[in-house]
């Protein structure tokens, strides 16, 4: 049978038992009571009759044609017990049901089931009986053209990005198979019969529905209770089960069994867990929606594109994920690990609350981040102490942004791994305007391949709180020497900044983002989606900012008010809208030194301030806030007009300049809570820091 698979366009995958395409018919299903044995060998209804179990003799009298067989055939009745006993060593929260004692009751077509069922659950030794529906194929899918570019295997949003695993060990998933179950044969049947043959970490696709009930509802397989044993076993033997959800348009989580027991819906009474990776189906446009067939509710583990048959999709996603696995770590993921991956990694629906549908499996996500880490993952870092993943401490403060009046003979020993700089945060000098500087761009590479041919690019804009995409001017791009995995500190060559393209005021700040085969730089979505870019400058470390300016201790001559150290800067609104901005002031300065936050009196008014709190300058329409010069003052929270940009300053007037260290002071941006921005002074002596505009 063939389902979609890598670069072939289609994997070839084994059967199970009577695979042939077509329905089965609804059946009868019985379980007698575990202490019932029956011998082996004759006829099956003489011994129900025989040894007292069952009055089989009436039961055909009243409904014809009847026949019952073993769902377990004799001969391989030990063999699942012996893979039972082996499931529960594995598996300690696998309880075997003994299979042994499920038995199929087929009847001529127009023999009332239902009423079979009544009769069959009066007999005392009968611990169950039930209808099963027809067992009905997934809705046909066309067959994928190996040479086509179908939007599944495409990177996400749009696919699962399978082409992307093909360039790993493993990434194929040609040593992993792939049993496909159809509805050639009743579920139960096809999954004990192929389990004899699948290896832990192996894959069984189980493509196919079950009309339930009165009016035909398409169900998952595993609400039959034999269907669910067999399922349950085959994960508790490791190996991964990815089940259709089926095509009922039905909230799973209000499916009653006979019992009116809510097994599908995780966390009610009733539930039960198979262990099986349920998979819903999506439209393939972006964002997928929920398809108007496909089931859906708290069970459902993820989704894919319905148009190549989203288990199939899903199936292959899992045997790629697992040749990866053994090709890098040597074993594969049992059923839960993967499963847990799958849920986690990946392409929300257009409507997650209402789809309720899980994610679509991203490999990119898969293959980069912590369940397998395969590429490469440079990084800068934030701030020093930043490891590289997401955090919640400062940005803007990025100690691997380095500019240079001079070229560096030998960057990587003045800057890189072992230079005794790795931590220093004031390398960078002030370039003069008219005179050429280099800039340096320093990376760590936490993945789990050597990164070759990546490179930096490097922006300066305008001192601002809020970075925003209009006010990035590049510098230039520069080949990273290979980065290493395991943190070593590489350093890039020079990128020269013309002398003529430097602004007239120096003190600029510098974003780099970074782009690598596998760890790609953030697209251009990510700088116009003001959700994606707040969630970027924070959670990205492919993109850092140095916003750290360092300037003299002492006042400088001609500048108003006198006696003050100035410090520009200016606070940008969103790019989008108008959006709520919180400002405050971080400061750690001598007692007694005396602190302004000087705006336009609009920025002053938006923030709530009350005229009577500020000093106004009618002349220039600004005002002055005095602020703490110890600790943290919020200013207020504005609504920051689209596009807007507020030239301010902060003002120090210190009463004590310290000769032998820096003095800090920042004024920092928040959306909603969390940083987005700050720009931070460092208050340096003359004599300590020559590197700095003249006059």
């Known amino acids: 049978m063939l389902c979609p698979g890598p670069k072939g366009g289609l994997m070839r995958v084994r059967r199970g038992t009577r695979g042939e395409a ?68 594995c598996d300690r929260r696998y309880r075997p049901a003994r299979l042994a004692s499920f038995f199929a009751v087929e009847a001529p077509d127009g023999t009332p089931l239902d009423k079979l069922v009544s009769f069959l659950r009066i007999w ?70 192929a389990l004899p043959g699948c290896a832990f970490g192996d894959v069984l696709l189980l493509d196919v529905q079950y009309a339930f009930g009165p009016h ?21 033997l490791g190996v991964v089960v990815v089940e259709a959800a089926g095509e009922g348009g039905y909230d799973l989580d209000w499916y009653q069994n006979g019992a009116e027991q809510r097994v599908l819906a995780p966390g009610g009474e009733g539930f039960r867990d198979s262990g099986a990776i349920l998979v819903a189906g999506a439209t393939s446009a972006v964002p997928h929606e929920r398809t108007a067939g496909s089931n859906y509710g708290g069970r459902v583990d993820c989704h894919a594109c319905a148009e190549f048959g989203a288990a199939a999709i899903v199936a292959e996603v899992a045997a790629a994920t697992q040749g990866m696995a053994a090709a890098s770590r040597g074993y594969r993921f049992a059923p839960d690990q993967l499963r847990e991956v799958l849920r986690a990694q990946g392409t929300r629906s257009a409507d997650p609350a209402a789809d309720r549908i ?48 001079d070229r560096v003979r030998d960057p990587q020993a003045e800057f890189g791994e072992g230079g005794g700089t790795e931590d220093t945060a004031v390398l960078a000098e002030v370039p003069e305007p008219g005179a050429d500087a280099y800039v340096y761009v320093r990376v760590r590479n936490q993945g789990g391949d050597e990164a070759t041919g990546a490179k930096a690019t490097v922006y300066w804009a305008p001192a601002a709180t809020l970075l925003v995409p209009k006010l990035w001017h590049e510098i230039g791009t520069v080949v ?94 969103a790019f989008d809208r108008t959006r709520e901005m919180t400002l405050e002031v971080t400061a750690r300065l001598t007692q007694d030194t005396r602190l302004l936050f000087e705006a336009p009196l ?94």
């Not at 026949?67 to 893979?83: C, F, G, K, M």
Request: aromatic share 6%; charged share 25%; net charge neutral.
């Open 480 to 573: 990273l020497p290979p980065v290493p995995t395991g943190d070593a500190l590489t350093v890039s060559r020079e990128i020269v900044w013309p002398g003529a393209e430097i602004p007239e005021d120096p003190r600029c700040c510098f974003v780099a983002v970074l782009h690598a085969h596998g760890d790609p730089a953030p697209g251009r979505d990510a700088l116009t989606d003001w959700d994606r870019f707040s969630t970027l400058i924070r959670d990205s470390n492919n993109m850092a900012a140095r916003n750290v300016q360092v300037v003299d201790n002492v006042p400088v001559p001609g500048v108003q008010p006198a006696g003050y150290i100035p410090l520009p800067c200016l606070v940008t609104g």
């Open 124 to 193: 005392g030794n009968v611990e169950r009986a039930y209808v099963q529906g027809e067992a009905v194929p997934m809705p046909p899918t066309p067959r994928a053209d190996p040479s086509a570019d179908h939007g599944y295997r495409r990177p996400a949003p749009e696919g699962v990005d399978i082409r992307y695993a093909w360039r790993f060990p493993g990434g194929e998933g040609k040593d992993v198979p792939v049993v496909r179950v159809g509805a050639g044969g009743h579920v139960a049947e096809q999954v004990l019969a």
């Open 602 to 695: 609009a920025l002053i008014d938006e923030l709530g301030l009350r005229r009577e709190q500020v000093e106004v300058d009618e002349t220039t329409s600004t005002a002055r806030l005095p602020v703490t010069a110890h600790g943290r003052q919020p200013l207020g929270t504005a609504r920051l007009p689209t596009g807007s940009v507020r030239a301010c300053r902060l003002l120090v007037r210190l009463a004590d300049a310290p000769a032998d260290r820096f003095l800090r002071v920042a004024l920092r941006q928040s959306y909603q809570g969390i940083e987005v921005g700050r720009v931070t002074w460092l208050l340096a002596p003359p004599s300590w820091y020559p590197s700095r505009p003249r006059g």
């Open 358 to 405: 899980g994610l679509m499996p991203d490999l990119r996500r898969i293959i980069d981040g912590d369940a397998l880490r395969l590429a490469p993952d440079l990084y800068l870092r934030d701030f020093i102490g930043d490891g590289g993943e997401p955090h919640t401490g400062p940005i803007s403060a990025s100690p691997d942004i380095i500019v240079r009046r």
């Open 22 to 89: 077509g329905r089965t018919r609804p059946r009868v299903v019985l379980k007698f009571e575990d202490e019932i044995r029956l011998p082996q060998g004759g006829m099956l209804a003489d011994q129900l009759e025989r040894l007292g179990i069952a009055p089989w003799s009436r039961l055909v009298n009243t409904f014809p044609g009847v026949e019952v067989a073993p769902l377990v055939r004799p001969l391989s009745a030990q063999l699942i017990h012996e893979l039972q006993r082996k499931g529960a060593a």
């Open 216 to 236: 035909g509802s398409l169900m998952p397989a595993e609400v039959y209770d034999a269907e669910f044993e067999a399922i349950r076993l085959a994960v508790a």
